[in-house]
């Protein structure tokens, strides 16, 4: 009796988890584009980005204790699989400044150009420290959920930040 | 030399590009045929997916009864014409309003939602002969209202060439064409497509002529499909997959243009998901299969492009990257040979073969030619092998 029990639930969290998944993929899968494509310059690469995003996502379903915390959960793992892709793949898939095919797509000519050499400026980043410029600054992740998508520490997250920023001054001002 | 921006300003043109990035986002996301999450979408039970109809059924119950905005999606409110409300904030102007707009302001940027409509004069019998004009307008959603030429409508980033669907434009108002001195008032200049719906249907009168020409403009983004008696619909097609050159089976999906509901297959129409599955099946290979065979499988499964065969011999977290990017992505593995010298390393649990991989295509991925890489291998707790890493050697 109580291993019948114990099935039934076990499926009806497993139709939760499901029905979560379809759902997130639906909310959350134009922003995780969005990411992907500041994360690694790349059309072509953003969208197989997001596609393993989905695919790890529902492989570990079961590890997601909250689903209210879908967003940064699925976040983090775009971004270690943008951080993974760097480390191991670097020929395969370059997420380095040589890469762009990112249309520009503002209103005026002037936001464009401005769009343009922010492009260039976070494509000059390393990839972990424009990982977290990304999630804070663009994605609005708050400082300890980055650290988290980073697997860093809340004070590293903020260093890499800083020298972020400071990065992107120097090179918005070349 | 400029002065050096502070971090509030460096903020705020992050900010910025985000916005831009996210609206670009969500008109891509939507129309993409073979969006991101669609493969994966086939693993939910029929008791998900269940759930998930009855709850869409009851908001647009709950929608028809209560006149509700529908929200579209990431939280898009849609009016009762089927156009965004707004995208990022920003109100999406339609019909008169947009006529207004251009009398008020015509040096405003500004988003123009309707139904986008192409005029292709001598298209349909020869789409490819001189006399075929395009020109692309914007109706109201339900014609009654002004339509607009749309300039630059074709090269606007984000356009589909494909005639009937619900579309939001940015007007660009440095490029809006002029009549005379002043900015003509049917005249839109359409940079980017900032949001779209995508369109399904069967294949209209005049789209295609009876010597074969196709008029792939007037084609909906996903065609009919219909069902073994011929009349019955049984989902939509990708128009992108109809009009490509492979044959292999092409995803049918439902209502919704998410779920896939069966396969067009060659030679056979319509098959339900249920009774089909899109290659012969994967199977695990036998646990006593060597590493070299398995990495034979695997190399041979990116070869042909069959991602899921490939996966089947993968200790998938690890390498699931770089098999989609070997066998899904524009770079393509034309041929590859195992060095015959045996493994460069091997251990208990670990073995490391170097493999010469000929790519074509791969502009941002694998340059084309011979390229050397190597996988790794391992041991698994059931004493089977599996791939688990690949990369340039």
Request: charge should be negative.
């Amino acid at each position: 009796m109580g291993g019948t029990a114990a099935t039934v639930e076990v499926m009806a969290d497993r139709s939760m988890a499901e029905r979560i998944s379809v759902d997130a993929m639906q909310e959350y899968g134009a922003m995780l584009l969005a990411t992907a494509r500041v994360l690694t310059l790349s059309d072509t690469e953003a969208q197989d980005l997001v596609q393993t995003t989905f695919e790890i996502a529902l492989r570990r379903l079961d590890t997601l204790r909250d689903p209210n915390a879908m967003r940064s959960w699925l976040l983090r793992i775009e971004t270690r699989e943008a951080l993974r892709l760097a480390r191991r793949l670097s020929r395969l898939v370059r997420l380095d400044h040589e890469q762009h095919d990112i249309p520009d797509t503002s209103a005026d000519p002037s936001r464009r150009a401005e769009e343009a050499d922010l492009r260039a400026a976070l494509g000059k980043l390393p990839p972990r420290i424009r990982a977290a410029v990304v999630l804070h600054h663009m994605v609005g992740l708050p400082v300890r959920d980055t650290a988290l998508a980073l697997g860093v520490s809340e004070n590293t997250a903020k260093t890499q930040l800083k020298r972020g920023l400071a990065r992107l001054r120097e090179a918005l001002h070349d | 030399m400029t002065d050096q921006l502070n971090d509030a300003e460096i903020s705020a043109r992050l900010d910025s590009l985000w916005t831009s990035e996210l609206a670009r986002a969500e008109a891509d996301y939507q129309s993409l045929p073979g969006r991101p999450g669609t493969r994966a979408k086939l693993v939910v039970s029929a008791g998900a997916i269940a759930i998930v109809v009855a709850v869409l059924a009851l908001a647009v119950v709950l929608r028809q009864v209560g006149g509700l905005p529908s929200p579209g999606s990431n939280g898009i409110q849609l009016g009762s014409d089927g156009l965004p409300l707004s995208i990022g904030g920003e109100t999406v102007l339609r019909g008169d309003e947009i006529a207004q707009r251009l009398a008020d302001d015509p040096t405003a940027a500004f988003l123009a939602g309707g139904r986008l409509v192409v005029d292709g004069n001598g298209c349909s019998s020869d789409p490819s002969a001189a006399t075929c004009v395009e020109t692309w307008h914007l109706a109201s959603v339900d014609g009654s209202g002004p339509t607009f030429n749309l300039d630059g409508a074709a090269d606007s980033t984000g356009f589909i060439r494909t005639s009937g669907a619900l579309t939001v434009f940015r007007v660009d108002p440095v490029a809006r064409p002029t009549c005379g001195s002043v900015a003509c008032p049917t005249e839109l200049s359409a940079s980017t497509v900032a949001w779209r719906a995508p369109t399904k249907g069967p294949i209209p009168p005049g789209a295609s002529s009876i010597d074969g020409a196709i008029y792939e403009a007037l084609w909906p983004d996903f065609v009919a499909t219909y069902d073994s008696d011929g009349e019955t619909i049984a989902g939509y097609t990708a128009k992108a997959d109809l009009l490509s050159t492979h044959d292999r089976p092409f995803a049918v999906y439902g209502d919704d243009l998410k779920m896939i509901v069966g396969y067009q297959v060659a030679g056979q129409g319509f098959v339900p998901i249920g009774e089909y599955s899109l290659a012969p099946a994967p199977s695990a290979p036998p646990v006593g299969a060597s590493p070299l065979e398995i990495l034979t499988a695997y190399l041979q499964a990116v070869k042909d492009r069959d991602c899921p065969a490939a996966m089947i011999v993968t200790a998938p977290e690890d390498i699931v990257p770089t098999t989609n990017a070997l066998c899904s992505s524009s770079a393509r593995v034309t041929a590859f040979e195992v060095s015959d010298s045996g493994p460069s390393q091997s251990t208990y649990d670990t073995v490391v073969f170097s493999v010469t991989m000929t790519t074509t295509g791969g502009a941002f991925s694998l340059p084309d030619g011979p390229n050397a890489w190597s996988f790794t291998l391992t041991r698994q707790r059931s004493g089977g092998w599996r791939v688990t890493g690949g990369g340039p050697a």
